[in-house]
């Protein structure tokens, strides 16, 4: 099995402004994904929606060794980071099909294999 | 709490693979460092390296769902890789990526973990 990484990048302002009836509405896209995941014989091993990434905080450390930590994330993009999942599947092109359940909520999805080497 | 943390570097898979023994194993020895001092305060939920971001695949927010080859961003860090941690506060996460190695920029980010 192969880990497979799958990031929700998305509009932020748009999410925070969505109503609490409108995220259940999502949710429940995402419980679908999950179901589907299953029953398709992928494995989700991980994942979370994320803060906001103004709460984000980034470390750089400079040749001598000095640290600076600045808030927000470390690319500035149109599109930041909202969540994602861990998977493990056998089947990359099958894992994009699923993730395509995802699609009528979420805008971009990114699917990467990971290199397979946990940490923990 | 649950923080990613996210570490990413100019040209990093390039560097990586034209890096030789000894800057390989001093990263190696900066993320056990790293992993042993979550430890200490809370644990390593999952960590893992990331393949080239050519190596991605994105779903457009189209209606064909159009499935393209790269990340949804080109920017000039690639991400190439990732850690989940438990630790009590955003503070000591912060603190403790200052193990990590010197080159990335490390993003630390809350998680939210929403029961969906």
Same mark, same amino acid.
């Given at each position: 099995?192969?880990?497979?990484?799958?990031?929700?990048?998305?509009?932020?302002?748009?999410?925070?402004?969505?109503?609490?009836?409108?995220?259940?509405?999502?949710?429940?896209?995402?419980?679908?994904?999950?179901?589907?995941?299953?029953?398709?014989?992928?494995?989700?091993?991980?994942?979370?929606?994320?803060?906001?990434?103004?709460?984000?905080?980034?470390?750089?450390?400079?040749?001598?060794?000095?640290?600076?930590?600045?808030?927000?994330?470390?690319?500035?993009?149109?599109?930041?980071?909202?969540?994602?999942?861990?998977?493990?599947?056998?089947?990359?092109?099958?894992?994009?099909?699923?993730?395509?359940?995802?699609?009528?909520?979420?805008?971009?999805?990114?699917?990467?294999?990971?290199?397979?080497?946990?940490?923990? | 709490?649950?923080?990613?943390?996210?570490?990413?570097?100019?040209?990093?898979?390039?560097?990586?693979?034209?890096?030789?023994? #000894?800057?390989?194993?001093?990263?190696? !020895?900066?993320?056990? $460092?790293?992993?042993?001092?979550?430890?200490?305060?809370?644990? +390593? /939920?999952?960590?893992?390296?990331?393949?080239?971001?050519?190596?991605?695949?994105?779903?457009?927010? #189209?209606?064909?769902?159009?499935?393209? !080859?790269?990340?949804? $961003?080109?920017?000039?860090?690639?991400?190439?890789?990732?850690? +989940? /941690?438990?630790?009590?506060?955003?503070?000591?996460?912060?603190?403790?990526?200052?193990?990590?190695?010197?080159?990335?920029?490390?993003?630390?980010?809350?998680?939210?973990?929403?029961?969906?």
């Amino acid at each position: 099995m192969t880990e497979y990484v799958v990031l929700l990048p998305g509009d932020e302002s748009q999410w925070e402004n969505t109503s609490q009836a409108d995220k259940e509405a999502m949710y429940a896209i995402h419980r679908q994904f999950a179901q589907a995941l299953e029953e398709r014989g992928h494995k989700v091993t991980g994942g979370s929606e994320l803060a906001h990434s103004r709460e984000a905080k980034v470390l750089r450390t400079d040749a001598e060794g000095n640290h600076t930590i600045t808030d927000g994330p470390y690319a500035e993009t149109v599109e930041q980071l909202t969540g994602f999942y861990i998977v493990q599947s056998d089947d990359f092109d099958d894992l994009l099909d699923v993730c395509k359940i995802l699609g009528r909520g979420e805008g971009a999805i990114e699917v990467r294999a990971a290199a397979g080497g946990s940490a923990s | 709490m649950r923080f990613l943390v996210l570490l990413a570097e100019e040209d990093h898979f390039d560097r990586w693979e034209n890096a030789d023994d #000894d800057y390989r194993q001093r990263c190696f !020895d900066d993320y056990n $460092a790293f992993a042993d001092a979550v430890r200490e305060r809370g644990s +390593v /939920v999952f960590g893992d390296a990331l393949g080239r971001p050519d190596s991605a695949r994105t779903i457009q927010p #189209d209606e064909a769902r159009t499935v393209t !080859d790269g990340p949804y $961003a080109e920017t000039v860090e690639q991400l190439g890789g990732f850690y +989940v /941690v438990e630790l009590p506060d955003q503070d000591t996460a912060v603190e403790l990526a200052r193990l990590l190695p010197r080159e990335y920029h490390v993003e630390v980010r809350p998680m939210l973990e929403v029961e969906v």
